[in-house]
């Protein structure tokens, strides 16, 4: 159960290679392509085509990358002249995505919005794909799995992905946020766009700093979605960020007097519990849906402790009801989550990409020490390591370390929108906070019962209301109708 909670570490992430990209005789491209990602509807009107750089800049003869990017046409008659640029987080993820569902996107309703894939990604040519990076977690969560094995398991899968990919001429050196920013601000200039406006999400943040610090003569406005600062490092912090967040929710739970009637005392309880069974791990007998077997987990804290990390915006509210579920013993919802883990690995698409990112900007300013006692520091989840990727791994990755600018704040005056949701705790709202010191002409919105990525949330797009009001008018916080009725979940009792 290694890595029963992977999704708790992080859709998002860094980039950067040096402060500066050198120029070269080479000239960026980009070329409209009939052929597509994805089946836009028919009713959308857009170009789509790929911007061409090179992969390494300071080799004007080397290898040219090809990124796609679409074009959407904004649905007024008079769209306003600066459109904005949408690229996701990850590191690894891809934008490509979203371009099927831009009916629902309020900002097409005043400009032209362009979405934007980061170099090493799904639909990026090339893309930095390890099947067997998705081999290796798939086979260490297997039940009969020999724990000991783990780390050789995932060393020699992360060998075998490196080298693969050098032998197809890939310079992992060169896929970083530093060069993404720079990829962006190259279709900036080829678009002949005189100025424009960001939307970021979580990892993407970070390549919004870099372009505010780098590239800031054409931002007229930026929003970050679940921030992410530079100087922050996020190994060293994981593990405490997620039990924060967590005691949050649990204590809000315990003043609503219908949800601590329901389940009373149930902080105490849910932490005892996760103690408990970090020293005597719970048996859960599993049917495999492969074979119809049953196969037989044994779960600690830090496994249990995932009722609260996978769950989305929209399960918040059923998240005391679920713990209380697990403290009677009803392991149903438990069962559900593991019969996920049978299911057959992916294409480990976009984590070479992912590994680069870390290895260079995360994993070299990390404090070794820090992590360790991380891992063992909290009873309820011992064990639990804060680092997205073990210090071996990065080892045999072996890019080179960005520059101590990487790991440092930006300032600007620049107008940014940041956007938090108040139970996240793989961005914590005390992030955006911070960031506040230094963006000084930037206003917080901190959306009550939300988690991660506000303004992905399809259930209520509050967070896209206000972030497009944002870039209508960047000089004052927005203050949609739709916020001042958001309140605290109401908690899900029987």
């Known amino acids: 159960m290694q890595h029963i909670i992977t999704t708790f570490f992080i859709?998002?992430?860094?980039?950067?290679?040096?402060?500066?990209?050198?120029?070269?005789?080479?000239?960026?491209?980009?070329?409209?392509?009939?052929?597509?990602?994805?089946?836009?509807?028919?009713?959308?009107?857009?170009?789509?085509?790929y911007l061409e750089v090179l992969e390494n800049r300071d080799k004007p003869n080397g290898n040219k990358i090809k990124l796609p990017v679409y074009i959407f046409k904004s649905r007024s008659k008079n769209p306003k002249p600066d459109p904005i640029l949408y690229t996701v987080g990850g590191p690894g993820y891809t934008s490509m995505r979203a371009s099927k569902y831009m009916k629902y996107y309020k900002y097409l309703d005043d400009r032209d919005f362009i979405l934007?894939?980061?170099?090493?990604?799904?639909?990026?040519?090339?893309?930095?794909?390890?099947?067997?990076?998705?081999?290796?977690?798939?086979?260490?969560?297997?039940?009969?799995?020999?724990?000991?094995?783990?780390?050789?398991?995932?060393?020699?899968?992360?060998?075998t992905c490196k080298e693969k990919l050098e032998k197809s001429g890939i310079d992992l050196n060169s896929y970083t946020t530093n060069q993404i920013a720079a990829d962006i601000n190259d279709l900036i200039n080829v678009l002949g766009i005189e100025k424009y406006n960001l939307l970021t999400l979580s990892y993407s943040t970070k390549i919004g700093q870099v372009l505010m610090r780098d590239y800031p003569n054409k931002i007229r406005s930026v929003v970050m979605d679940s921030p992410l600062p530079l100087e922050v490092n996020y190994d060293e912090e994981s593990v405490n960020n997620l039990l924060v967040s967590l005691d949050k929710l649990l204590v809000d739970c315990e003043i609503d007097p219908d949800c601590n009637n329901a389940f009373p005392n149930i902080k105490s309880r849910f932490l005892s519990y996760l103690e408990e069974k970090t020293t005597n791990p719970i048996k859960v007998k599993v049917e495999n849906p492969e074979n119809g077997k049953l196969e037989t987990f044994y779960l600690k804290g830090k496994d249990l402790?995932?009722?609260?990390?996978?769950?989305?915006?929209?399960?918040?509210?059923?998240?005391?009801?679920?713990?209380?579920?697990?403290?009677?013993n009803d392991l149903s919802s438990v069962k559900k989550q593991l019969q996920y883990l049978f299911q057959k690995p992916g294409d480990g698409i976009g984590k070479g990409m992912r590994l680069s990112v870390w290895c260079a900007e995360e994993n070299p300013f990390n404090s070794q020490e820090k992590i360790a006692t991380e891992t063992n520091k909290y009873r309820t989840v011992k064990g639990l390591s804060p680092a997205v990727f073990d210090k071996e791994i990065c080892e045999i990755w072996s890019v080179k370390k960005v520059t101590e600018v990487e790991n440092q704040a930006v300032r600007s005056d620049i107008p940014v929108l940041l956007i938090s949701g108040e139970y996240d705790e793989l961005t914590p709202v005390k992030w955006a906070d911070s960031m506040t010191n230094n963006l000084t002409n930037s206003y917080h919105l901190i959306f009550k019962g939300w988690k991660h990525g506000p303004t992905t949330n399809w259930s209520n797009p509050c967070a896209m209301q206000a972030a497009n009001d944002f870039f209508n008018n960047p000089t004052k916080k927005p203050n949609p109708n739709c916020f001042e009725q958001i309140k605290r979940p109401q908690f899900k009792t029987e």
Do not use: M
């Open 11 to 49: 859709y998002s992430y860094f980039f950067s290679l040096s402060n500066t990209i050198p120029k070269t005789d080479f000239t960026p491209t980009f070329t409209e392509s009939k052929e597509t990602t994805h089946n836009i509807p028919k009713d959308q009107d857009y170009v789509f085509g």
């Open 116 to 159: 934007f894939e980061q170099r090493g990604t799904q639909y990026a040519k090339p893309s930095l794909d390890c099947p067997e990076w998705a081999k290796a977690v798939y086979q260490s969560n297997l039940p009969n799995f020999d724990v000991t094995k783990t780390d050789s398991l995932f060393q020699n899968a992360v060998t």
């Open 305 to 328: 402790i995932n009722v609260f990390s996978s769950a989305s915006t929209g399960s918040v509210p059923n998240i005391p009801f679920e713990i209380h579920k697990i403290l009677n």
